[in-house]
């Protein structure tokens, strides 16, 4: 009835399920982040000039929404990357029987941090570059109406 305390219990469906829900939700996150860059890129959401002038001079902007679209959409990629990698080295230490020791999420901590850097930095430009004072407001909101 002894039982050896330095035998380790082999991996059992449990273990692979739980590696595969992880993965799934890092993907997911990826995906989130790609998509939301793709949006601030393509529309312009930290643009500080309406969309009309833009089509009416047929120049393209390349402002703060394009680089904080690309940094959004190049973490998505990079959080997919890393997951995969992170997901077969996992599953593949399950299959030998080795057990990781469970510490803090590396990858979880990074995207993390640079999201707070990057919304750190989205919120410095809306409230200090896209502060109006309201007498400029209004002429921008008096140029984009239509004339009566």
């Given at each position: 009835?002894?039982?050896?305390?330095?035998?380790k219990?082999a991996?059992?469906?449990?273990?692979?399920?739980?590696?595969e829900r992880?993965?799934l939700?890092w993907i997911?996150?990826?995906?989130?982040l790609?998509?939301f860059?793709?949006?601030?890129a393509?529309?312009q959401?930290?643009?500080?000039?309406p969309r009309?002038?833009?089509?009416?001079?047929?120049t393209?902007?390349?402002?703060?929404?394009?680089?904080?679209?690309?940094?959004l959409v190049t973490?998505?990629v990079a959080v997919?990357?890393?997951?995969?990698?992170?997901?077969?080295r996992?599953v593949?230490e399950?299959?030998?029987g080795q057990f990781?020791?469970?510490?803090?999420?590396?990858?979880?901590?990074?995207?993390?941090?640079?999201l707070?850097?990057?919304g750190?930095?989205?919120t410095?430009y809306?409230?200090?570059g896209?502060?109006?004072?309201?007498?400029v407001?209004?002429a921008?909101?008096a140029?984009c109406?239509?004339?009566?």
């Amino acid at each position: 009835m002894d039982t050896l305390i330095n035998e380790k219990p082999a991996a059992d469906l449990r273990d692979y399920l739980a590696e595969e829900r992880t993965f799934l939700a890092w993907i997911r996150t990826g995906i989130a982040l790609t998509g939301f860059g793709l949006v601030v890129a393509q529309f312009q959401l930290l643009a500080d000039e309406p969309r009309v002038i833009e089509h009416a001079s047929g120049t393209h902007p390349h402002g703060p929404s394009l680089w904080f679209g690309t940094a959004l959409v190049t973490i998505g990629v990079a959080v997919n990357l890393f997951s995969a990698c992170r997901y077969t080295r996992l599953v593949g230490e399950l299959s030998r029987g080795q057990f990781v020791h469970r510490s803090v999420s590396k990858q979880g901590v990074f995207v993390a941090l640079f999201l707070v850097l990057l919304g750190t930095a989205m919120t410095i430009y809306l409230v200090l570059g896209l502060g109006l004072r309201p007498d400029v407001l209004h002429a921008q909101s008096a140029i984009c109406s239509p004339a009566s």
